[in-house]
């Protein structure tokens, strides 16, 4: 399995552009997760679907951040319009959720750098 | 509302020496788990282990050991004999099974392993 995949690697925009991250978690897996990893707040949750459904985006800072997972092999996080405070890596975890394992160990993506200038 | 603190922010050790990072959580549930994840200069975050509330026995996977005892809600990872490339930020993290399954993680250990 290729693991999660995320794209693009590194990102660098300017304050008021559009931010599109885009992840492909592991094939067979049910809950995708995104984090986002600052020195000051180290790594929070923003946002986690569960079958494709969002269950709990509490951790999504502002209305700026929107996320979808139109099907069961892609989601996006969208950024806009982007500010300079944005400028984190931003991860993309999947895993397995079932009835008598609960959570099964979340698998991250390689994580997308981005920069708002 | 769970909590997980990694108290030791940074460790500077001698490659050979044996090194643990503590890990103490916080949760009201009974029904939780308990992750290691390691990330090194690349910035991928790489799991290491997985345990549920229910299962207290101590693991070892190579040079890599764990120490999970609730009566201390601590979680305590151990490397022996530390190599180089065991340089690395290390983060615990906590899931509770009632809590939507939202995981928490510790603000993490850096590691520096000298030659």
């Known amino acids: 399995d290729a693991g999660v995949i995320q794209s693009p690697r590194h990102e660098v925009t300017e304050m008021g552009q559009e931010v599109t991250l885009r992840c492909k978690p592991i094939?067979?897996?049910?809950?995708l997760f995104w984090y986002r990893q600052t020195m000051m707040r180290g790594l929070e949750l923003l946002i986690y679907?569960?079958?494709?459904?969002?269950?709990?985006d509490s951790g999504m800072p502002e209305d700026r951040f929107s996320a979808k997972m139109p099907n069961a092999s892609f989601s996006t996080l969208k950024i806009q319009p982007s500010e300079p405070r944005d400028s984190a890596v931003y991860f993309c975890?999947?895993?397995?959720?079932?009835?008598?394992?609960?959570?099964?160990?979340?698998?991250f993506g390689p994580g997308t750098r981005l920069l708002v200038l | 509302a769970q909590k997980v603190t990694q108290a030791q922010t940074e460790i500077s050790v001698v490659e050979k020496e044996d090194v643990t990072l503590d890990c103490v959580y916080e949760?009201?549930?009974?029904?939780?788990?308990l992750f290691w994840y390691k990330q090194p200069p690349s910035g991928e975050l790489v799991f290491l282990i997985r345990?549920?509330?229910?299962?207290?026995q101590n693991e070892i996977s190579g040079r890599y050991s764990w120490n999970f005892q609730k009566s201390t809600s601590s979680f305590n990872f151990t490397i022996t004999a530390s190599q180089v490339v065991d340089s690395a930020v290390y983060f615990c993290?906590?899931?509770?099974?009632?809590?939507?399954?939202?995981?928490?993680f510790g603000a993490g250990t850096r590691l520096t392993v000298k030659p």
């Open positions: 345990r549920n509330s229910f299962d207290e």
């Open positions: 949760t009201r549930d009974t029904t939780y788990y």
């Open positions: 679907f569960n079958n494709n459904v969002p269950i709990d």
């Open positions: 993290a906590l899931s509770e099974a009632d809590n939507n399954n939202d995981m928490r």
């Open positions: 094939s067979g897996h049910n809950s």
């Open positions: 975890a999947s895993s397995l959720r079932s009835s008598d394992r609960g959570q099964e160990t979340q698998y």
